[in-house]
């Protein structure tokens, strides 16, 4: 019954912490004087990181209109983009800049094409801060590829873990079930 | 109490909670960045070994009870 108790608890603390991530904050930070936003033309999605919140769904394949301005002439500027990984695998950093400058607007056109091997239904918060003259500014956005996890193999491999893992350990904890006379 | 079992099981608890934290990532259910998939493996470790440790004495209790022939 003990046990019970304490695997009960267990699953409370999971369900509440996965209850908060499901909440993570996107938009700009307070304080971020700065804009940005993002044009995903094939999905047809604009991404205002100052009004952002939800889950944003995209296309594994898309070519992104992104415009960005801060309020003041810059100076000596740097910033980043990164992917947030589970703690403590930290972020994977997917473009940075820096320089010099007196303009307060840019904007540009990326293209990106990851394969369709990673599920669709990963919910990745995609983070970014910029830092100049005006201040910091920092902002994040949940995305989400489009279509059905179970397209990818990937996700038929992480399911087929999941049953041969169960059933080995609890063919391992037989005992566990056997009727005590 | 066979270290052996305890070890195992919690291998097992650890690599079956590791697929279930895709699973929910994979679904959809919890973000990437989220902490779930860093406590699931351990909370699946941890509950693995105490497991196996229970099962390892439910299994020699049972076999010293066990009548000779």
């Known amino acids: 019954m003990k046990l019970m108790r304490w695997c009960f608890a267990g699953g409370v603390m999971v369900l509440t912490l996965a209850g908060s991530a499901a909440h993570a904050g996107a938009g700009l930070e307070p304080g971020s004087t700065c804009s940005a936003s993002g044009t995903f033309r094939d ?3 604009t991404v205002d990181a100052a009004t952002s919140s939800g889950v944003v769904t995209v296309h594994h394949t898309d070519t992104v209109d992104w415009t960005g301005s801060v309020t003041g002439a810059p100076g000596p500027y740097s910033g980043s983009v990164w992917v947030k990984l589970p703690p403590p695998f930290g972020t994977v950093t997917v473009r940075s800049w820096s320089g010099d400058s007196q303009t307060t ?3 540009g056109t990326e293209h990106y094409n990851l394969p369709s091997m990673v599920p669709a239904g990963i919910t990745f918060t995609v983070a970014g801060e910029h830092k100049d003259n005006n201040g910091r500014c920092a902002g994040s956005v949940q995305l989400q590829f489009d279509g059905s996890p179970l397209g990818s193999p990937i996700t038929w491999v992480s399911l087929g873990g999941t049953a041969i893992t169960g059933i080995g350990a609890a063919f391992a904890l037989r005992p566990l079930f056997r009727k005590v006379m | 109490m066979g270290v052996g079992r305890i070890i195992g099981v919690a291998v097992l608890g650890f690599l079956f909670m590791f ?9 959809g259910v919890v973000a990437l960045d989220s902490a779930v998939v860093t406590v699931l493996p351990v909370l699946g470790l941890v509950v693995g070994g105490v497991l196996g440790a229970l099962a390892g004495r439910r299994q020699a209790g049972g076999q010293a009870g066990a009548p000779t022939a």
């Open chain 2, 19 to 27: 697929f279930v934290a895709l699973d929910l990532v994979f679904f």
């Open chain 1, 105 to 107: 607007s840019n904007s």
């Open chain 1, 43 to 45: 999905a047809g999605v």
